[in-house]
């Protein structure tokens, strides 16, 4: 048993990056040995003389989408909506402000009238079932009027709502950014590939439950929010052939790594995928795929840090979040890398 309380850290609010590195790859580096815990540090733009040859990166080439939206309650006063998933056609799960006022049956208008919706009910956790009327095609309307959404701990509004993308972004689905890719650059990732190691891509769109406090002191009680994902054959073939040629394979995010996880057998060998996982990584799991982890830092207490520490040891990654702070670190979504090998 572990108690959430276990992965508690003083979190400086000056360390919060409230917007992007001038450039990607001029991130901070912290790079730690998980067996030793032992931490040196570096720049971002340094990743591809880390690697081997052999090694495989695994991305998430999930795409934000434009999934909040402001508007008016029918009946008077401003609405706000986030879009987390569809679950029917025209009917999104979200999350609606101010909840108290917006409840079943409420009318919403965005756009000056352009898109309506309706919500149709509530889910047991609170969120919103929404069902939107609109004309044309659903993604040119959010094009139009809906919002990047942003983590609640950034108050700055973003300039460029592409450095809120990775450059690698595909598939658009995500409610959040995959942060840990944030830092690659299209040049960064060829110079991987000039050194040897494989590239390949899986797709998991990030929800904003990824945000969502564990509220239980025994971190078994947490309940793990669910997220789709897939994961192409081709994808498969590179992870499982890498693994039998003595490669590392390495995730770019805790979603990457979740993902692999999430359809690996006993032996680690990967099987092409498609669906939900609610895969709750914490210490004591038994890693059975990935070796080698690139992650952004995260918040005290968080379902993200309990993996990160799942998988380099507790005891090191608290640490090595201390070294960070004293080292001036920038935090979070739009802050400096770890490299955990």
């Given amino acids: 048993?572990?108690?959430?309380?276990?992965?508690?850290?003083?979190?400086?609010?000056?360390?919060?990056?409230?917007s992007p590195a001038e450039r990607r790859e001029?991130?901070?580096?912290?790079?730690?040995?998980?067996?030793?815990?032992?931490?040196?540090?570096?720049?971002?733009?340094?990743?591809?003389?880390?690697?081997?040859?052999?090694?495989?990166l695994v991305l998430n080439d999930s795409?934000?989408?434009?999934?909040?939206?402001?508007?008016?309650?029918?009946?008077?006063?401003?609405?706000?909506?986030?879009?987390?998933?569809?679950?029917a056609a025209n009917t999104w799960e979200c999350l609606?402000?101010?909840?108290?006022?917006?409840?079943?049956?409420?009318?919403?208008?965005?756009?000056?009238?352009?898109?309506?919706?309706?919500?149709?009910?509530?889910?047991?956790?609170?969120?919103?079932?929404i069902e939107f009327c609109y004309d044309g095609a659903f993604g040119d309307v959010l094009q139009r009027y809906g919002k990047t959404p942003l983590p609640p701990y950034i108050h700055e509004e973003l300039k460029d709502s592409e450095r809120y993308q990775t450059v690698y972004s595909r598939v658009s689905g995500s409610a959040a950014a995959p942060t840990a890719g944030l830092h690659f650059t299209n040049e960064l990732l060829e110079e991987v590939k000039t050194r040897g190691a494989e590239i390949c891509y899986i797709t998991l769109h990030v929800g904003l439950g990824t945000f969502r406090p564990v509220?239980?002191?025994?971190?078994?009680?947490?309940?793990?929010?669910?997220?789709?994902?897939?994961?192409?054959?081709?994808?498969?073939?590179?992870?499982?052939?890498?693994?039998?040629?003595?490669?590392?394979?390495?995730?770019?995010?805790?979603?990457?790594?979740?993902?692999?996880?999430?359809?690996?057998?006993?032996?680690?060998?990967?099987s092409e995928f498609s669906g939900f996982t609610d895969i709750f990584i914490y210490p004591g799991y038994e890693f059975r795929c990935v070796d080698g982890l690139i992650t952004n830092f995260h918040l005290p207490e968080s379902t993200l840090i309990m993996l990160v520490s799942a998988f380099a040891g507790r005891e090191n990654v608290m640490r090595a979040y201390d070294e960070a702070i004293n080292e001036r670190y920038r935090l979070f979504s739009f802050g400096d890398a770890m490299l955990i090998l």
Wanted: aromatic share 6%; glycine share 12%.
């Fill in 1 to 18: 048993m572990m108690k959430k309380s276990e992965f508690y850290y003083e979190l400086p609010a000056e360390l919060i990056a409230q």
């Fill in 26 to 56: 001029q991130s901070r580096l912290l790079c730690m040995d998980r067996r030793t815990g032992e931490t040196e540090h570096r720049r971002f733009f340094e990743l591809p003389g880390l690697l081997r040859e052999g090694d495989c």
């Fill in 63 to 87: 795409r934000v989408f434009p999934a909040r939206l402001l508007g008016s309650r029918e009946s008077g006063g401003a609405a706000e909506v986030v879009l987390l998933r569809e679950t």
């Fill in 96 to 129: 609606a402000r101010p909840g108290r006022k917006i409840r079943t049956g409420a009318r919403l208008v965005f756009g000056g009238g352009k898109l309506t919706a309706v919500v149709t009910g509530e889910t047991d956790g609170g969120n919103r079932l």
């Fill in 215 to 270: 509220k239980t002191d025994k971190i078994e009680d947490h309940r793990m929010h669910a997220e789709y994902f897939t994961v192409p054959n081709e994808t498969a073939e590179k992870v499982n052939l890498a693994r039998a040629n003595g490669g590392r394979i390495i995730a770019v995010g805790t979603t990457s790594c979740r993902a692999l996880e999430a359809c690996s057998g006993k032996t680690g060998s990967v």
